[in-house]
């Protein structure tokens, strides 16, 4: 690292603060800090946003001696734009004064708490859309003022702004899950029920939650990426995110007494009902980027862009938008699901984008049911055939059992990651492996378990006889 080069530092005034983040990572410096910095950058307004780690320090240990700006790389095809990023004030972590960010939440400037905590950090059981009440945060929250969990900290947050005779801030929810708004309704109302139900009766009069869809690829930041931004803006940034050009965010118009920042100016979409874009992106993009990632993994391609650089993963892909995925949906308004389709793929094949095949692996348990499964149980009711979705699943039941097809340990990144290896580890044969894995109720809704159950394992019988390429060239044939 060229440690001579001076440290980027923020140069002008900070901006006022009306936003709290919760799970300050890079996809939101990549995404909502940017349509914010432009609205500011635009119009003004005291949209600035103070970020919360709800665990680690990293973070605010990189951002904060750089006065908490950082460049945003976008990696074209036809270049790199660096991009430096005002919008983000302060960091702060939250297990380090839990009281602290309370106050601040609670603090009448705050407007709206973003949040992207991962599909995990709601606690909600996925298949009821409930808190999980025996979540070991949320057990922590239940018995203890300062909280762990992100729905911890808004409820208590919120308690705090009632008993101070405060409105609520809008909860703007920019997650991966399908209807995140109602998602986080729920966790939140909740806890708040098991808290004091007076005030979940508020919250749930007086709170908003609108749903959001929101869509850029954002890769991991790497250390060569930190070298390579040196080279080429001559400052020494230890936080910056790469992201591609594309950026998209569709937002519910339903935010506490109207108030919001006029995002419609910098591109958001404001619109009644998000459902259709969520469906369309989480089953297009999502879905085919778990199906890409756990057979691109096990065929051994690095990254999405190594995987469709591949022409049998590149029909494969091809093949689940125009026969699985597109037939199962509605198009949002206005919008193409071929054309969107195509410009997926174009946006896959960016080579500047290095989105390792293992990231996007990890965390399956909280993802399949939303990216995967909800296309596959419409498409048996519908009779329409899935090979391609089902041999999606029986990769992820092969991923999850902890070994590649070379033999050697996949690092497996899931909060189910320990039980999902055993129930592997004690069944023999990929029948029992499949029918053990389809067992995980919290997954699996038991009608689709059983539906699926004979396909998925001769999917899987044919990763285990053939390897992962060669059953994915197979579907073709
Ligand atoms: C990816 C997403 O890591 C993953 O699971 O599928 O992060 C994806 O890149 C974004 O949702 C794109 O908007």
């Known amino acids: 690292m060229p440690a001579e080069l001076p440290r980027l530092s923020r140069t002008g005034p900070a901006p006022g603060v009306g936003i709290v983040h919760l799970g300050l990572g890079a996809f939101f410096r990549a995404h909502g800090a940017i349509y914010f910095a432009e609205l500011m950058k635009q119009s003004g307004g005291d949209w600035g946003a103070i970020g919360v780690s709800l665990k680690s320090p990293k973070t605010r240990d990189m951002l904060v001696p750089q006065g908490c700006v950082y460049t945003a790389l976008e990696l074209g095809r036809n270049g790199q ?8 004030v302060d960091v702060r972590v939250a297990p380090e004064d839990p009281a602290a960010i309370i106050s601040l939440m609670a603090n009448p400037s705050i407007k709206i708490v973003t949040l992207t905590v991962t599909e995990k950090g709601y606690c909600h059981e996925p298949s009821t859309g409930k808190l999980d009440l025996k979540h070991p945060d949320i057990g922590h929250d239940l018995r203890h003022e300062w909280p762990r969990s992100a729905p ?10 009632r008993e101070a005779g405060l409105q609520p801030f809008t909860i703007l929810t920019c997650d991966n899950l399908p209807h995140n708004g109602r998602v986080v309704r729920q966790v939140v109302l ?17 709170g908003r939650f609108p749903a959001t ?37 569709v937002i519910e118009d339903d935010f506490v007494d109207g108030t919001r920042p006029d995002l419609g100016a910098v591109g958001a979409q ?4 998000v459902t259709a874009f969520e469906h369309m992106k989480l089953r297009m993009l999502n879905g085919t980027h778990s199906a890409l990632a756990y057979l691109g993994y096990l065929a051994g391609h690095e990254t999405i862009a190594d995987a469709v650089a591949d022409p049998v993963f590149s029909q494969f892909v091809k093949d689940l938008w125009s026969a ?6 509605t198009p949002p308004p206005g919008e193409s699901l071929t054309a969107y389709s195509e410009s997926l793929f174009a946006r896959y094949a960016n080579p500047a984008i290095r989105h390792r095949t293992w990231q996007i692996a990890m965390d399956g348990s909280q993802k399949l049911p939303q990216r995967i499964l909800s296309t596959l149980t419409e498409n048996y009711s519908a009779g329409r055939p899935s090979p391609g979705l089902l041999l999606a699943v029986a990769a992820w039941m092969r991923y999850v059992g902890g070994t590649d097809e070379t033999g050697r340990p996949i690092e497996v990144k899931d909060p189910l990651a320990e039980r999902l290896r055993r129930l ?8 029992a ?20 159950q004979n396909d998925v394992a001769q999917a899987y019988q044919r990763l285990v006889t053939s390897g992962a390429r060669t059953a994915v060239q197979m579907l073709a044939s």
């Open 81 to 88: 734009i660096p991009n430096v990023v005002t919008s983000v």
């Open 152 to 161: 911890g900290y808004l409820v208590r947050a919120l308690q705090r702004r």
């Open 190 to 206: 909740d806890l708040a029920r098991e808290i004091d139900p007076d005030l979940a009766d508020w919250i749930a009069a007086n």
């Open 213 to 249: 869809m929101v869509d850029r690829i954002v890769p991991a930041t790497k250390p060569e990426d930190i070298a390579a931004v040196s080279a080429l803006t001559g400052y020494l940034d230890l936080a910056p995110v790469m992201h591609e050009p594309f950026r998209q965010w």
């Open 270 to 273: 404001m619109v009644d009902d």
């Open 324 to 329: 699985e995925i597109i037939p199962a949906l």
């Open 424 to 431: 592997s580890d004690a069944a023999a044969t990929p029948q």
């Open 433 to 452: 492996k499949v029918a053990a894995l389809l067992s995980v109720s919290e997954i699996f809704e038991p009608k689709l378990a059983q539906q699926i």
